[in-house]
C-alpha cells in the first residue's frame, strides 16, 4: 500500500499543496499580498518533479509501473512521468509569472494558486489514464480549474467574456468526449484502454461503434488541442484571459491532450486497421487535421497585432506540427520496429514549446501589466530600450518558435520531422515540406514581434510601465536560458524523450502488455527491455 | 444473475431504442446549444446533452451487463454538478458586465 | 554502414583542439560586449571587440599552417553529441580541410582589417558597443558556416549570418526604411533558406541518417546512379538557398538595399564574406553539384546572367554604394558561373580576390563617405585625390584588379574563369561557349563602371559644397585596412598564376578536396578530370596557347572600357556628359528598358515609380512587388477570409465544431 502511494507520489505532493494553499488562503487577510503562496506552490511543483525524476530511475526502460490499488486505473510509464516533468515545469514557470502580476490587475485572490495545483493535477492525471473514465474526471479538474482562471480577472469584461465562452465550447467538447467514451464502452463492453485496446485487436468489438467512439474522442481532443477545425475558442480565449493564466494552460493543455489522445489512440486503437492509412483509420484523420491546423493556424497569424492573439494562432500551429507526431507509430512497419517507434518526437517538442509560450507570455504578462488590459503591439514596442533582459528572452522565444537554429524549437522539428520521414519510408516527404514551407511562412510574424520590440520606438503618447517583478523575470529568464540549452546540447532530454516514446509504445501494445494484466502484480513490473533505441 | 433478471433482460426493450433515444436526446441539446441566445438555456441544453450520454451508457451496461456504465454515470453526474455550479457563477459575472445574459452579447474578442 | 564511416572518418580526421576556439572566441566577444558592453569604456569594447577576431585570425593561421603539414586529411574537432535518435546521428563538430583554410584565412583576416576600420569609422556611435557585439555575433555564425563539419552545423550559420544580417542592415533603427530593408534581406534570404532546408531533408532521407560531408560523398555517388532526378533537385533547391544567400538572380533584390546599413557592414557581410557563402557551399557540396549535368547548367545560367544584368544595371548608378552593391552581385555571378562550368578552383579563387578588393573598395567609399559628412551621391563628389591620398591610392589599385588589368589580382581570378567557361567540358557535352560570351561582356561593362566611378570621384572638379570640402580628412585607423587591403587586392592574384607557368599555388592546395586527375589527349594537350563514381565528369583541357588568346582578349576588352570612361568622364564638371541618353550603350539599355514598360503596363503599374532606371522596374516592380511582397498580400488576403469566421460569436464557434465533427463522421464512416 505505501509502495503503491509512493508511485503515485507527484500526484500526492501536488494535490496537497492545492488543498494546502487552499487552506492557507482562508486564513490569509482579505487585501493583503498573496503571492507568497505562489512560492509554496512552486515549491509543490518542485518537490514533485524531483518525485517524478527519481520515479523515472525507478522504472527499467519501457516496462510500467502496474499497482492493483487502483485498479489499473493508473498507467506509470516514462512517458507519463515525462509529460508529468513538462507540465510541471510549465506551471512552476507560470506560477512565477503570477506573483507580482495578479496583484496588478487587482485580482489577488488566493485561489488562483489552488487552482493551479489543480489542474496541474487532472493535466498529470490525464497523462496517466489507463481506463476513459479515469481520463474523463482528469480532464474535467483541468478543464473545470481552467474555465475559472480564464475568468479570474472578474472586474474585466474580456476575461469574463473569455471564461465564458470557454465553458460552453468545453462543456460542449465534454459531452462529445463523453459520447465517444460511451460508443466505445458499447462497443467493447469496457471502459479500460488496455482491454478495449485487447477486444479492438482482437476483432471482438462491433467496429461501426468503435469508429463512431474513435471519431467522436479525437474531435474532443482536437477541441482540446486547438485542432482546426475545432480551434474557434482558442485565440478569444488567449487574448482575453490573464496572460498568467493564459501562458499556463497554452502549454499546460497542450501537453496534456497530446498525452491522453496518443496513448488513448495508441492503446484503444493500435489494431492495423484503424491506423494503417486506409479510409477508416485515424492515421488519415490525423494528417488532415494537421495540415488544416498548420496551414489556417500560420495564416491567420500573419495578421496579428497582439501578441497574445498572435500566440494563440501560432499555437494552432504549432498543433499542427505536434500532431505529425502521432503519425510516426501508423507510419513505421510492423514488428520490431513499430515497437521503436513513436520516438521523442512529441515529448521534446512539447518541451520546447512549453519553454518558448512561458517565456513569451511571461513578457506579455510583464508588458501588458499595468494600464492596457492586454499586449498590443505598442505594449511591446521599444521593449530592447526599456528592458533588454526581458526583450531578449521574447526573442529567443519567437526564434525557438520559429525554429532558428541553437534553439530548442528548431531542434524539436528536426527531430519530430527527422523520424516522420525515417519511420514512414518516404511516405510522408509531402507533409513534412509542407510543415517546413509554413514554419518558413509562420517567419513573417515572429519576426514582426522581434522587430517591434528591437527597431520601434516605444509610443510616446502613451507609456506603458512594465512591471517590475523578480519572479516573473526568474522565469522568463529560465525558460529562455532552458531554450538555449535544450537548443544547444539537446542530447540527453531527446534521449530521454525517445526513452519515453519507446515506453508508451510498449505499454499500449497489446503484445507487450497482455500478460502483465492477468499477472496482477503489484509494484513495479518490468519484462521488456529496451530494444536499444536511446542509444545506437 | 438469477434466472429472473436473465429472463426480464431477454424481454426487455431492444438496445436500438435506448441509442435511439439518447442520440434525440443528444440532437435536441446540440440544436439547443447552437441556437438559443440565453446563456442560461444553453447551460440547460449542455444538462440535456450529459443526460444523453447518461442513457447510452446506462443502455450499454445493461446490454453488456457490467457495472462499468453505471459508474461512469455516476461520475458524470458528480462533474455536471460541477460544471454547473462554475457555469452559473460566469453567467452572473457576465450578468454584472453586460447587463444581459445573451451568448450574442459577448463579441468583445474577435478576429 | 555508419559505423564504416564513422571508422573511415576516425582515419581521415587528425584531431585539433584549437579549431573550436576560433569559432567561441568572437562569440565570447559578443557575449561580453552585448552583456556589459553599455557600462564598458570605448577602449575596452574595442579590445574586446576587435581582440577577438584578430586573436581568431591568429588561431586560424596556427591551424593552417598545421594543415599545410599534414600528409593527409583534414583537420576536426568534435565538441558533443549534438543530436542522436532513430537513425539520425549528428555532432557539433569542427573541420578544417583546404577548402574551408581558404574561407578562414580570408573571412578571419579581411574580417579583422574591417574590424578595425570599424573603430574609426563608428568612433562617434552611441551605439558602438552593440555594432561591435553584432559584428562578433556575426563572425562567430560566418566561422560556423565556414568550419561546419556536417550540413546542420553549416545550416546553424547559415541562418546565423542572415540574423545578424537583418540586425546590423537595421542598425540605425530609428531610420524606418533601414529596418524595413532589414527585414527584407532576412525574408529573402528565408525563402532561399527554405529551399536548403528542404534539399538537407530530402539528401538526409538518401544519405542514411549522415549529413556529414565526408560521407555524403558516398551518398552522392550512390544517388547519382541510383536516383539522378532527386539529386538534381537537391543540387536545384541547393542552388536556389545559394541564390537567396549570394544574392543571384531572382533573389538579389535585397543587395542593394542592404547598403543602407554602415559601410564597414557593406564591406564585411555584403562583399567579402557572407554573400560569398552560397558559392562556399556550392564548392562545398561540389561532389553533388559534379554528378548532375541538368543543375551545373542552371547554375551557369543562373550565375552568367547575373553577372551581366548587374554589371549593366551598375552602369547607371550614382550613389557609390549602389554602384558597388550591383558590382558585388556581378562578381557573385562570376563566382557562380564558373561553379557551373566546373571551375571550382576558379570560383575559390575569384571569391579570395573579390574579398580582397571589394573590401578595399568598400573601405575606400567608407572613408570617402566618412570624409564628405555622409554624402553617398557620386555627381557631388570628384578631385579627392587631392584630399584623401591613401584611399585614392588603394581605391585606384582595387578597381584596376576588378577590372583585370595585368598583374593585378582580379586579372589572374577572372581569366582562369574566362579561361574554364571556355574549354571546360561537362560529361562529354561541348564547353558552355555563352557562358564566356555572357562574361566578357560583363567583363567590359565592370572596367567601365568602375572607371567611371573613380574618375567621377577621385578625378576631375569637386562638385559638392566648400564647406564639406574644407572638413575632408582621412583617419589613420581607417588607412592602415586600406593600405593592407591595397597590397593584397595587388598581390593576391599570385597565389594562382595561369596553368601554363605550373605555378598555380591554389589548384595544387585545393587537390585533396578536388580530387583531380591528370590525363592526356591524343594531341598530347595535358588533360585534368573530376570524377564522380569512376566516371570523368569534368574534363579541363591546359591548353597553353588557347589560355593566352583568352588572356589578350580579356585585357583588351578592359582595356577599351577604361579608355572609354576616361574619355568620358575624367573632364572638368561642365563637360561631363549631362544625362547619358546620348551615349549609344545608353540606348542599348534603353531599348531593353521597353519590354520592361511592357512588362510594367501589364503587370506592376501601380508599382511603378520614377520612370527613367532599369533597376527601378525590374527591382521594385517586378521582382519585389510579384517575389516578395506578393505572396505575404496574397496569405493575408487568405487569412483575412478565414478571419470572417472568427467573428467572436461563441454559438458560430459550436457550429465550426459541430460541422468539422460532421465532416469527419462523414469521411471515416
Same mark, same amino acid.
Given at each position: 500500500m505505501v509502495d503503491d502511494l509512493l508511485l503515485i507520489s507527484p500526484l500526492l505532493i501536488v494535490t496537497v499543496m492545492g488543498l494546502v494553499s487552499l487552506l492557507v488562503g482562508v486564513f490569509a487577510p482579505a487585501g493583503s499580498f498573496k503571492g507568497w503562496l505562489a512560492f509554496l506552490t512552486s515549491f509543490g511543483f518542485l518537490a514533485a518533479l524531483g518525485a517524478c525524476y527519481m520515479l523515472w530511475h525507478e522504472t527499467s526502460a519501457g516496462a510500467a509501473f502496474s499497482s492493483q490499488s487502483f485498479h489499473y486505473s493508473l498507467t506509470l510509464d516514462h512517458f507519463g512521468l515525462a509529460l508529468c516533468g513538462v507540465i510541471l515545469l510549465g506551471a512552476l514557470l507560470a506560477t512565477l509569472t503570477a506573483v507580482h502580476y495578479l496583484p496588478a490587475q487587482k485580482s489577488d485572490h488566493a485561489e488562483y494558486y489552488a487552482l493551479i495545483a489543480f489542474s496541474a493535477l487532472g493535466m498529470m492525471i490525464m497523462v496517466m489514464a489507463a481506463d476513459l473514465l479515469t481520463l474523463f474526471v482528469a480532464l474535467e479538474v483541468m478543464s473545470i480549474s481552467i474555465y475559472i482562471l480564464a475568468g479570474f $480577472?472578474?472586474?474585466?469584461s474580456f476575461s469574463t467574456e473569455s471564461a465564458m465562452k470557454y465553458f460552453i465550447l468545453g462543456s460542449f467538447a465534454s459531452a462529445i468526449l463523453l459520447l465517444g467514451i460511451s460508443f466505445t464502452y458499447g462497443a467493447?463492453?469496457?471502459?479500460s484502454m488496455r482491454e478495449i485496446g485487447l477486444a479492438v485487436a482482437g476483432g471482438d468489438a462491433h467496429s461501426e461503434l468503435a469508429l463512431f467512439g474513435m471519431v467522436m474522442l479525437i474531435v474532443a481532443f482536437g477541441f482540446k488541442i486547438a485542432a482546426a477545425p475545432f480551434h474557434m475558442w482558442t485565440p478569444d480565449v488567449y487574448e482575453g484571459a490573464p496572460a498568467s493564466v493564459t501562458g499556463f494552460m497554452a502549454v499546460g493543455v497542450k501537453a496534456a491532450g497530446f498525452g491522453a489522445l496518443a496513448r488513448l489512440l495508441l492503446t484503444c486503437f493500435g489494431a492495423p486497421e484503424y491506423r494503417d492509412g486506409s479510409a477508416v483509420s485515424w492515421e488519415t484523420l490525423i494528417v488532415i487535421l494537421a495540415v488544416i491546423s498548420m496551414c489556417a493556424g500560420n495564416l491567420m497569424a500573419l495578421?496579428? $497585432?497582439n501578441l497574445k492573439r498572435m500566440l494563440a494562432y501560432s499555437a494552432i500551429a504549432h498543433t499542427g506540427y505536434l500532431l505529425m507526431a502521432l503519425l510516426v507509430v501508423p507510419a513505421s512497419s510492423d514488428g520490431e520496429q513499430a515497437l521503436n517507434a513513436l520516438g521523442g518526437g512529441l515529448v521534446f517538442y512539447l518541451l520546447a514549446y512549453t519553454l518558448a509560450n512561458v517565456a513569451a507570455f511571461g513578457v506579455a504578462a510583464a508588458v501588458g501589466a499595468r494600464g492596457v488590459e492586454d499586449a498590443g503591439e505598442e505594449a511591446y514596442a521599444g521593449l530592447a530600450g526599456r528592458d533588454p533582459m526581458l526583450a531578449f528572452a521574447l526573442t529567443i522565444a519567437m526564434l525557438s518558435l520559429l525554429g532558428i537554429p541553437l534553439t530548442a524549437g528548431f531542434m524539436g522539428k528536426l527531430t519530430l520531422f527527422g523520424e516522420l520521414l525515417s519511420s514512414g519510408g518516404g511516405e510522408y516527404l509531402w507533409l513534412v515540406v509542407v510543415a517546413v514551407v509554413n514554419s518558413v511562412v509562420s517567419a513573417y510574424y515572429y519576426l514582426r514581434v522581434v522587430m517591434v520590440a528591437y527597431m520601434q520606438d516605444e509610443s510616446a503618447e502613451k507609456p506603458i510601465a512594465l512591471l517590475k517583478s523578480a519572479p516573473l523575470r526568474v522565469a522568463v529568464g529560465v525558460a529562455a536560458i532552458l531554450t538555449l540549452v535544450f537548443g544547444i546540447m539537446p542530447n540527453k532530454a531527446i534521449n530521454a524523450s525517445t526513452r519515453a516514446g519507446y515506453s508508451l509504445v510498449h505499454t499500449s501494445n497489446p503484445a507487450t502488455y497482455g500478460a502483465r494484466v492477468s499477472a496482477a502484480k503489484p509494484a513495479i513490473t518490468s519484462t521488456v527491455e529496451p530494444k536499444d533505441v536511446a542509444h545506437r | 444473475m438469477t434466472p429472473l433478471l436473465a429472463s426480464m433482460s431477454q424481454t426487455a426493450i431492444p438496445l436500438s431504442w435506448y441509442l435511439a433515444v439518447a442520440l434525440i436526446l443528444f440532437a435536441i441539446g446540440t440544436i439547443g446549444v447552437l441556437t438559443r441566445r440565453n446563456a442560461l438555456v444553453v447551460l440547460m441544453s449542455v444538462e440535456i446533452l450529459l443526460n444523453a450520454v447518461n442513457l447510452t451508457f446506462l443502455a450499454f451496461a445493461r446490454h453488456h451487463d457490467n457495472m462499468d456504465g453505471h459508474v461512469v454515470t455516476f461520475f458524470v453526474i458528480a462533474v455536471a454538478a460541477a460544471e454547473a455550479a462554475v457555469g452559473l457563477a460566469l453567467v452572473l459575472g457576465i450578468f454584472r458586465h453586460n447587463r444581459s445574459v445573451n451568448v450574442d452579447s459577448m463579441t468583445a474578442l474577435r478576429n | 554502414m555508419q559505423t564504416g564511416n564513422a571508422v573511415e572518418s576516425a582515419d581521415f580526421f587528425t584531431h585539433a583542439e584549437l579549431l573550436p576556439w576560433i569559432v567561441l572566441l568572437p562569440l565570447l566577444g559578443a557575449a561580453i560586449n552585448g552583456l556589459f558592453g553599455k557600462r564598458m569604456s570605448k577602449g575596452a569594447v574595442t579590445f574586446f571587440g576587435v581582440g577577438s577576431v584578430v586573436a581568431a585570425f591568429v588561431l586560424s593561421c596556427i591551424e593552417v599552417s598545421r594543415l599545410a603539414e599534414l600528409e593527409s586529411g583534414a583537420l576536426a574537432s568534435t565538441l558533443w553529441t549534438w543530436f542522436s535518435s532513430f537513425e539520425l546521428h549528428i555532432d557539433i563538430a569542427f573541420s578544417l580541410d583546404q577548402l574551408s583554410a581558404v574561407l578562414l584565412l580570408v573571412v578571419t583576416g579581411v574580417g579583422s582589417l574591417i574590424h578595425i576600420f570599424s573603430i574609426g569609422y563608428m568612433r562617434s556611435d552611441e551605439g558602438y558597443w552593440k555594432y561591435f557585439s553584432y559584428l562578433n555575433l556575426f563572425m562567430f555564425s560566418m566561422l560556423l558556416l565556414i568550419l561546419g563539419k556536417n550540413l546542420l552545423v553549416l545550416f546553424v550559420g547559415w541562418e546565423g549570418v542572415g540574423l545578424c544580417s537583418y540586425l546590423l542592415i537595421g542598425f540605425w533603427f530609428k531610420d524606418m526604411p533601414k529596418a524595413e530593408a532589414g527585414q527584407k534581406a532576412f525574408v529573402t534570404n528565408r525563402v532561399g533558406d527554405l529551399a536548403f532546408l528542404i534539399g538537407a531533408f530530402i539528401l538526409l532521407f538518401y544519405s542514411q541518417g549522415t549529413l556529414d560531408f565526408h560521407e555524403l560523398k558516398q551518398t552522392a555517388a550512390s544517388m547519382h546512379t541510383d536516383q539522378p532526378v532527386e539529386l538534381t533537385i537537391v543540387c536545384l533547391l541547393f542552388l536556389v538557398g545559394a541564390c537567396g544567400k549570394s544574392a543571384q538572380i531572382p533573389l538579389y533584390v535585397w543587395l542593394p538595399d542592404a547598403m543602407a546599413g554602415p559601410t564597414p557592414v557593406s564591406a564585411l557581410?555584403?562583399?567579402?564574406t557572407m554573400v560569398t557563402a552560397g558559392v562556399y557551399l556550392m564548392v562545398r557540396t561540389n561532389f553533388m553539384f559534379s554528378a548532375s549535368e541538368t543543375a551545373m547548367t542552371v547554375v551557369a545560367i543562373v550565375g552568367a546572367a547575373t553577372a551581366l544584368m548587374a554589371a549593366t544595371i551598375a552602369?547607371?548608378?550614382?550613389?557609390i554604394k549602389k554602384v558597388l552593391a550591383y558590382s558585388t552581385v556581378s562578381q557573385i555571378g562570376f563566382m557562380v558561373a564558373a561553379v557551373g562550368v566546373g571551375g571550382y578552383v576558379a570560383a575559390v579563387f575569384h571569391l579570395m580576390t573579390h574579398a580582397f578588393f571589394k573590401a578595399c573598395l568598400f573601405l575606400g567609399a567608407g572613408s570617402v563617405i566618412h570624409a564628405l559628412h555622409h554624402e553617398q551621391d557620386i555627381r557631388k563628389m570628384g578631385a579627392l585625390k587631392k584630399k584623401l591620398k591613401v584611399t585614392r591610392w588603394s581605391f585606384l589599385i582595387s578597381c584596376l584588379a576588378i577590372a583585370g588589368i595585368p598583374l593585378f589580382s582580379g586579372f589572374f581570378s577572372k581569366d582562369e574563369i574566362l579561361f574554364t567557361a571556355f574549354t571546360t567540358s561537362h560529361w562529354g557535352a561541348d564547353p558552355k561557349m555563352y557562358v564566356f560570351g555572357m562574361l566578357l561582356l560583363a567583363a567590359f561593362c565592370t572596367a567601365f563602371y568602375m572607371f567611371r566611378l573613380y574618375f567621377l570621384t577621385f578625378e576631375g572638379e569637386y562638385r559638392g559644397d566648400k564647406h564639406t570640402w574644407d572638413h575632408a580628412h582621412e583617419e589613420t585607423v581607417m588607412n592602415i585596412p586600406l593600405m593592407v587591403l591595397g597590397f593584397l587586392a595587388a598581390a593576391g592574384g599570385l597565389l594562382g598564376l595561369p596553368h601554363f607557368t605550373h605555378a598555380h599555388f591554389l589548384h595544387g592546395w585545393l587537390q585533396p578536396v578536388l580530387g583531380f586527375v591528370k590525363g592526356k589527349a591524343p594531341d598530347g594537350t595535358p588533360l585534368e578530370f573530376i570524377q564522380v563514381g569512376g566516371e570523368n565528369a569534368f574534363t579541363y583541357v591546359h591548353d597553353t596557347n588557347t589560355e593566352l588568346m583568352l588572356m589578350g582578349l580579356s585585357v583588351l576588352v578592359a582595356a577599351i572600357g577604361i579608355l572609354l570612361a576616361w574619355r568620358l568622364y575624367k573632364r572638368p564638371a561642365s563637360e561631363l556628359p549631362k544625362a547619358p541618353v546620348d551615349a549609344w550603350w545608353h540606348r542599348l539599355l534603353s531599348n531593353k528598358y521597353y519590354v520592361d514598360e511592357f512588362y510594367d503596363a501589364t503587370i506592376v503599374r501601380p508599382l511603378r515609380g520614377t520612370a527613367n532606371l532599369l533597376h527601378k522596374v525590374v527591382d521594385v516592380g517586378l521582382i519585389d512587388g510579384l517575389l516578395v511582397k506578393g505572396p505575404a498580400k496574397t496569405l493575408g488576403k487568405i487569412g483575412d477570409g478565414l478571419r470572417m469566421?472568427?467573428?467572436?460569436d461563441v454559438q458560430a464557434y459550436a457550429t465550426v465544431v459541430v460541422v468539422g465533427m460532421a465532416a469527419a463522421l462523414f469521411f471515416i464512416v
Open positions: $480577472k472578474r472586474d474585466s467493447t463492453g469496457t471502459i495578421a496579428q $497585432k | - | 557581410i555584403h562583399a567579402a552602369l547607371v548608378q550614382n550613389d469566421f472568427q467573428n467572436g
